[in-house]
């Protein structure tokens, strides 16, 4: 089978068209700057393919139809016809209380998309695009909606409820929802691949956007980011778990709307912020920190530190832990943050390898072999996940 799936932001969208069974990529890409005039980079990892086409892409529908064409464009793509592609799955970032699973795209799922939007203003419209122009330009495929809350339903009450007054629940729906899910659960599942059931797992996808999961046997216990989002563990350029009167004092004493400071939260802080604007890549912050730059050694201290304060609180919520892993782009390459995150967390039964720590590639322990508690670096595949349900609704 060849799906296609579509990851669609308000003015960029990524795509990957690959086998559900063998996780093969055939074909992967951006369309940047929807909207502005369009930019479209193309790779073919087979036939060795990587090209940049200007394309002006007044809307989404343009640039699905620039897609579809670049993959059945005789040189640069992969497929002879649209015909091969069997169906088209779709990241949904927020599905609030009503998707605890994927779901195939039909009329009654939209309406529950858009009632989410409330809920998810700065993504679901984006999504919602996308699969507009997909299914105005192929009406025949099947369509499947994978959210990133979904995973995280199974999570109790005292973890996802807020101790605000009861009406903001029972009326909005104002509770944690968690995301970066479809992640969580690859993890999840590789773990027990890996390992077997029944087992106390911490998952830290550490990327730009960064949060971690507390999962029993599989299932998610609890998660740090919540209604949106912004908290958790300080991030890129999102503040992260902060006493919300910051928030009110800001927008008093510099004149801001709310939606101006929630600008400033979610765009200006985090380890950018700390770094005193510098940059919010780990990459750019440990080497000017190498130079002694103080304002980027606290920023990194601050990420690691709050990262390590959350396992801890996750090995209490699990009541023990067997294994640890680090994803996503910091996770997978930041071999200093991760021996800083782990420095201290010896008494939880946490003892990194060094040497091992230090390694390249792709699944890996890097827990040294006396450590009660194994320690992987697993790269995420959120797309995988994605084409995977698709397939399997669709069929
Ligand atoms: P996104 O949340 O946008 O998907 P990624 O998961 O791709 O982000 O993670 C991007 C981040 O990964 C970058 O901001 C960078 O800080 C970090 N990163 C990538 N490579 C390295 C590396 N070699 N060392 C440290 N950090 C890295």
């Given at each position: 089978?060849?799906?296609?799936?579509i990851?669609a932001?308000?003015?960029?969208?990524?795509?990957?068209l690959?086998?559900?069974?063998?996780?093969?990529?055939?074909?992967?890409?951006?369309?940047?700057?929807i909207?502005?005039?369009g930019?479209?980079?193309?790779?073919?990892?087979?036939?060795?393919?990587?090209?940049?086409?200007?394309?002006?892409?007044?809307?989404?529908?343009?640039?699905?139809?620039?897609?579809?064409?670049?993959l059945?464009?005789?040189?640069?793509?992969?497929?002879?016809?649209?015909?091969?592609?069997?169906?088209?799955?779709?990241?949904?970032?927020?599905?609030?209380?009503?998707?605890?699973?994927s779901?195939?795209?039909?009329?009654?799922?939209?309406?529950?998309?858009?009632?989410?939007?409330?809920?998810?203003?700065?993504?679901?419209?984006?999504?919602?695009?996308?699969?507009?122009?997909?299914?105005?330009?192929?009406?025949?495929?099947?369509?499947?909606?994978?959210?990133?809350?979904?995973?995280?339903?199974?999570?109790p009450?005292?973890?996802?409820?807020?101790?605000?007054?009861d009406?903001?629940y029972?009326?909005?729906?104002l509770?944690?929802?968690?995301?970066?899910g479809?992640?969580?659960?690859?993890?999840?599942?590789?773990?027990?691949?890996?390992?077997?059931?029944?087992?106390?797992?911490?998952?830290?996808?550490?990327?730009?956007?960064?949060?971690?999961?507390a999962?029993?046997?599989?299932?998610?216990?609890?998660?740090?980011?919540?209604?949106?989002?912004?908290?958790?563990?300080?991030?890129?350029?999102?503040?992260?778990?902060?006493?919300?009167?910051?928030?009110?004092?800001?927008?008093?004493?510099?004149?801001?709307?709310?939606d101006?400071?929630m600008?400033?939260?979610?765009?200006?802080?985090?380890?950018?912020?700390?770094?005193?604007?510098?940059?919010?890549?780990?990459?750019?912050?440990?080497?000017?920190?190498?130079?002694?730059?103080?304002?980027?050694?606290?920023?990194?201290?601050?990420?690691?530190?709050?990262?390590?304060?959350?396992?801890?609180?996750?090995a209490?919520?699990?009541?023990?832990?067997?294994?640890?892993?680090?994803?996503?782009?910091?996770?997978?390459?930041?071999?200093?943050?991760?021996?800083?995150?782990?420095?201290?967390?010896?008494?939880?039964?946490?003892?990194?390898d060094?040497?091992?720590?230090?390694?390249?590639?792709?699944?890996?322990?890097?827990?040294?072999?006396?450590?009660?508690?194994?320690?992987?670096?697993i790269?995420?595949?959120?797309?995988?996940?994605?084409?995977?349900d698709?397939?399997?609704?669709?069929?």
């Amino acid at each position: 089978m060849k799906i296609l799936v579509i990851n669609a932001g308000s003015s960029s969208l990524k795509y990957q068209l690959m086998d559900p069974d063998t996780g093969d990529v055939f074909a992967k890409g951006l369309c940047e700057r929807i909207g502005i005039d369009g930019r479209l980079t193309h790779k073919a990892p087979a036939k060795d393919v990587k090209v940049t086409l200007e394309i002006p892409m007044p809307t989404h529908a343009e640039a699905i139809t620039a897609v579809l064409d670049i993959l059945v464009d005789p040189v640069n793509g992969v497929v002879s016809s649209v015909d091969e592609i069997d169906a088209v799955g779709h990241r949904v970032v927020h599905g609030g209380m009503k998707f605890a699973e994927s779901c195939l795209i039909d009329e009654a799922c939209l309406e529950a998309v858009r009632a989410c939007i409330p809920l998810g203003p700065l993504h679901n419209p984006a999504n919602l695009l996308g699969i507009e122009a997909c299914q105005k330009i192929l009406p025949d495929k099947p369509q499947v909606a994978v959210f990133d809350t979904a995973y995280h339903m199974t999570m109790p009450p005292k973890a996802y409820r807020y101790a605000i007054p009861d009406e903001y629940y029972e009326k909005d729906s104002l509770r944690r929802y968690g995301f970066h899910g479809t992640s969580h659960r690859y993890i999840a599942k590789r773990v027990e691949a890996l390992m077997g059931k029944g087992l106390k797992l911490i998952n830290c996808h550490l990327g730009n956007g960064s949060s971690l999961a507390a999962i029993y046997d599989g299932k998610c216990q609890d998660t740090s980011m919540g209604l949106s989002p912004l908290c958790g563990v300080p991030m890129g350029t999102r503040c992260g778990d902060m006493d919300i009167t910051v928030a009110q004092f800001i927008a008093k004493n510099y004149n801001k709307s709310i939606d101006e400071v929630m600008t400033i939260l979610n765009k200006k802080s985090g380890v950018f912020g700390l770094s005193g604007g510098l940059s919010s890549d780990f990459r750019d912050l440990e080497s000017a920190a190498n130079e002694g730059n103080e304002k980027c050694k606290l920023a990194l201290d601050k990420f690691a530190y709050e990262v390590r304060k959350y396992i801890g609180a996750y090995a209490a919520a699990l009541g023990g832990l067997d294994v640890l892993v680090f994803t996503a782009g910091i996770g997978e390459n930041g071999a200093t943050t991760r021996a800083a995150i782990c420095e201290g967390l010896e008494f939880l039964g946490v003892k990194l390898d060094p040497e091992k720590n230090k390694l390249r590639g792709d699944e890996r322990i890097i827990s040294a072999p006396d450590s009660k508690v194994t320690v992987w670096v697993i790269p995420t595949n959120e797309e995988l996940m994605i084409a995977q349900d698709t397939a399997e609704l669709a069929k």
